[in-house]
């Protein structure tokens, strides 16, 4: 299978896509899973030397940059290279993977996707879970959707931890 991923991560992001959403996609069976992908990252150019290292860590060794122009709205310039990336998947029948900064994906997620795209122009639609940057501690060790999911719903920590707790709140820089 043809894997693609596509992550855009600029400014006080880049924290929180290395300690969440690239820590998950190191675990072990993540990592895995994701083994021989393609991982293209749309960043500024503070970030361009971090993301690279952590493209490494997840065991991805091909991949672009494509290094956002200062001065002119990293929103507007990231949709327009993620439609070129889902033309690009689209072109060479790849599964497109889509890791925003603050995605979690539990152990193992990854290979369970993979094994669902079982036939040519499949869509699937996964809702993922979104943190916040005070929930970065658990996922210091990797963590099964099992364990994520009892987290989520623990009364203590669900108000502090996960991002679609905030109900109500503006979504404009929905990173966290």
């Given at each position: 299978?043809?894997?693609?991923?596509?992550?855009?991560?600029?400014?006080?992001?880049?924290?929180?896509?290395?300690?969440?959403?690239?820590?998950?996609l190191?675990?072990?069976?993540?990592?895995?899973?994701?083994h021989?992908?393609?991982?293209?990252?749309?960043?500024?150019?503070?970030?361009?030397?971090?993301?690279?290292?952590?493209?490494?860590?997840?065991?991805?060794?091909?991949?672009?940059?494509?290094?956002?122009?200062s001065?002119?709205?990293?929103?507007?310039?990231?949709?327009?290279?993620?439609?070129?990336?889902?033309?690009?998947?689209?072109?060479?029948d790849?599964?497109?993977?889509?890791?925003?900064?603050?995605?979690?994906?539990?152990?193992?997620?990854?290979?369970?996707?993979?094994a669902?795209?079982?036939?040519?122009g499949?869509?699937?639609?996964?809702?993922?879970?979104?943190?916040?940057?005070?929930?970065?501690e658990?996922?210091?060790?990797?963590?099964?959707?099992?364990?994520?999911?009892?987290?989520?719903?623990?009364?203590?920590?669900?108000?502090?931890?996960?991002?679609?707790?905030?109900?109500?709140?503006?979504?404009?820089?929905?990173?966290?």
């Amino acid at each position: 299978m043809n894997l693609r991923l596509f992550t855009g991560v600029w400014g006080k992001y880049i924290d929180t896509f290395e300690r969440a959403c690239a820590a998950s996609l190191a675990w072990p069976e993540n990592k895995a899973a994701i083994h021989g992908a393609t991982w293209t990252i749309v960043c500024d150019e503070k970030a361009q030397d971090r993301v690279n290292d952590i493209r490494l860590r997840c065991g991805i060794l091909r991949g672009k940059n494509i290094v956002l122009h200062s001065g002119q709205d990293p929103t507007f310039q990231f949709s327009g290279h993620l439609y070129e990336e889902m033309a690009t998947c689209i072109r060479e029948d790849a599964t497109f993977l889509f890791c925003l900064p603050d995605y979690v994906f539990g152990d193992g997620t990854v290979a369970n996707l993979k094994a669902m795209m079982i036939e040519k122009g499949l869509c699937l639609a996964v809702p993922n879970t979104r943190v916040l940057p005070s929930a970065m501690e658990w996922f210091d060790e990797p963590r099964t959707n099992a364990q994520l999911v009892s987290i989520a719903f623990d009364p203590l920590f669900m108000h502090q931890t996960w991002r679609d707790a905030e109900i109500g709140k503006d979504t404009i820089d929905s990173y966290y």
